[in-house]
């Protein structure tokens, strides 16, 4: 039996209307449910890095960045587990301004989660925490099970390589290379 765990993949790309959507469809296919998302330009003017997160088995995951591949508006796609990467998520957290300052353990709280106070005012405070699902989780069941919580939303993980360059960065310069020794 195969074992489904999370994947990152990777997917740099020129900004095309629609490319989304047609990854999208390729995840739908394997009936793969997309955990997070994140979309933003890379370190590689012009090229942009989606970033998205899926329980599959190893095998399925080949499949689907090859497929992911194939497509002309793609660059390459990769998928890598935890270990090959450093990665965060981002979580905003609302609550009512009176039942914050009525908590006792505030300072407390904020140290414990590593959190900061981005707004503050007679109606509510925003919490900002980022770190792994687990932390950001954390603190959610903390305030929710003490305060409660007004609104809460967390981001995409966002994600790069432990290794030293940006993986396409590697494959632009070897197709820079071919093309040259075919032009000398």
Same mark, same amino acid.
Request: with cysteine; glycine share 4%.
């Given at each position: ?21 047609? !990854?999208?469809?390729?995840?739908? /296919?394997?009936?793969?449910?997309? =955990? $997070?998302?994140? &979309? ?69 709280? !904020?140290?414990?989660?590593?959190? /900061?106070?981005?707004?503050?005012? =007679? $109606?509510?405070? &925003? ?58």
């Amino acid at each position: 039996m195969f074992t489904r765990k999370l994947y990152t993949v990777i997917i740099f790309s020129e900004n095309t209307v629609g490319l989304l959507n047609q !990854i999208a469809i390729i995840f739908t /296919r394997r009936q793969l449910n997309i =955990e $997070t998302l994140s &979309v933003s330009p890379s370190a590689i003017e012009g090229i942009h890095k989606f970033t998205i997160t899926t329980f599959s088995t190893e095998e399925i995951m080949d499949k689907v960045v090859k497929q992911i591949d194939k497509r002309v508006d793609i660059l390459k796609a990769y998928y890598n587990t935890d270990e090959d990467l450093v990665f965060q998520e981002i979580a905003l957290y609302k609550l009512s301004t009176e039942s914050f300052l009525k908590m006792g353990t505030v300072e407390e709280l !904020i140290r414990k989660y590593n959190a /900061r106070i981005l707004e503050m005012n =007679e $109606t509510c405070v &925003v919490l900002e925490k980022s770190g792994h699902y687990e932390e950001t989780q954390g603190l959610f069941k903390e305030l929710s099970s003490t305060i409660g919580v007004l609104q809460f939303i967390r981001s995409g993980r966002v994600a790069i390589t432990k290794s030293k360059v940006e993986r396409l960065s590697d494959m632009l310069a070897q197709m820079e290379s071919k093309l040259e020794k075919k032009h000398s």
